[in-house]
Structures are given as C-alpha cells and as structure tokens.
C-alpha cells in the first residue's frame, strides 16, 4: 500500500478504434507542427475557486495549516496553449458557454498568421451547432478544429497544465482569499512560459 491521492476520472472509456484513429491523425498534426507547416494548438477551459481543492503542504509535527471552507465564486480560465509553451488565456467569473468560446476563438483567429488548428475535447460547448456552424468561417481563414475523441482528456497537453497550477505552482496562501487566489492563477497565467514552464516534447 502506498499513501497517495486519488484522481478523478472521466465518465466513460473512448471507442477504440475512434481512439488510435484520432491519436494517429494527432501525431500526424505534430509532425506537421514540428515541421512548421502548422501551428497547433490545444484549447480547454479549467475553473478555480476556494473550494475546488485544498493541497498538501508541509506542516509542523503537531500543528496543521487550515483554509476556510467556504462557498466561493468561481473564476474560469479558456486557454489557447501549444507545445512550446506560448499561451494565451481568457479569465471570466461566468459561466464559459459556446458564445464565449466563439468570441474567443474569434479573436484568437485574429491575430494568427499561419494556419492553426485547434485540438478541442468533445464538451457540449465545443460541438453545439453554433460552434459547427462557424467552422466554415475559420476554415477560410486557415483555422481549423480537430476534435479528440470522447474520454480521451489525455491528449489535450493543456489538461497538464492545469494540474500544474492547482497541484503544484499555487501556494496555500492562495487558498486564503479570493482576491489571493484570483492573483495567483494570474500571476501562473502571465509568466507561463518564462518563470513556469511544462516540456511537451
């Protein structure tokens, strides 16, 4: 036996052979990537609050840290990130629905100047028919959607880093305010890639 925490799972196992399809055509987009020839990005989002998790920490034999249980706001994070470390993020303190993943990808779109594609999970916001509906819009503007397969959270590097920030790069002071925990999720946003970094290779 051995003392460690227990992780969550998704609801349900992917399709197999849908699953080694997708993982060979996402090789395929990296090489592409590694090549120069494409810019490839994953895209997700992720939710902070006070209560969402509480982390270890070393403490005194004898004394233990506490944090307030509290009902707590919920600040949730889009993020456009790629295997170099080049991310870009949308902070909201409402819900994320496919309206807000639309205007930002939108705007993401904006600003790229060699074709994109965008890795995105199977998530209701992600495959409404608003969302269908505006690919053949990004296409023409060399933006594409490649999306995972169900279950498959795996594939998505940008579920690396947000276990990053909540397991590992916020301090327990976060945890004492919300205004402690809105600033460090964005001081984490701000200086990934120089002051904290993940290798995707």
């Given at each position: 036996m051995s003392w460690h925490r227990i992780k969550r799972r998704v609801g349900g196992e992917a399709e197999a052979l849908e699953y080694?399809?997708?993982?060979?055509?996402l090789?395929?987009?990296?090489?592409?990537?590694?090549?120069g020839e494409i810019n490839l990005?994953?895209?997700d989002e992720s939710g902070f609050s006070l209560s969402s998790y509480v982390p270890y920490a070393w403490q005194e034999k004898g004394e233990q840290i506490t944090v307030k249980s509290e009902k707590?706001?919920?600040l949730n994070v889009l993020g456009f990130l790629n295997r170099k470390n080049d991310l870009e993020t949308y902070l909201f303190g409402c819900n994320i629905n496919s309206d807000i993943v639309i205007v930002c990808i939108d705007n993401f779109c904006d600003k790229q100047t060699e074709p994109t594609v965008l890795v995105i999970d199977n998530a209701s916001i992600h495959t409404s028919n608003k969302i269908l509906n505006k690919q053949k819009e990004w296409s023409s503007k060399?933006?594409?959607?490649?999306?995972?397969?169900?279950?498959?959270?795996?594939?998505?590097?940008?579920?690396?880093?947000?276990?990053?920030?909540?397991?590992?790069?916020?301090e327990i002071d976060a945890y004492f305010s919300w205004e402690n925990l809105v600033s460090s999720v964005e001081y984490i946003l701000v200086n990934f890639g120089e002051e904290?970094?993940?290798n995707f290779q």
């Open positions: 080694e399809d997708k993982k060979a055509e090789e395929n987009l990296k090489q592409q990537d590694d090549n990005v994953y895209v707590s706001p919920r060399n933006l594409t959607i490649f999306f995972l397969p169900k279950y498959s959270p795996e594939l998505n590097i940008i579920e690396i880093l947000w276990r990053f920030i909540k397991y590992c790069w916020l904290y970094v993940i």
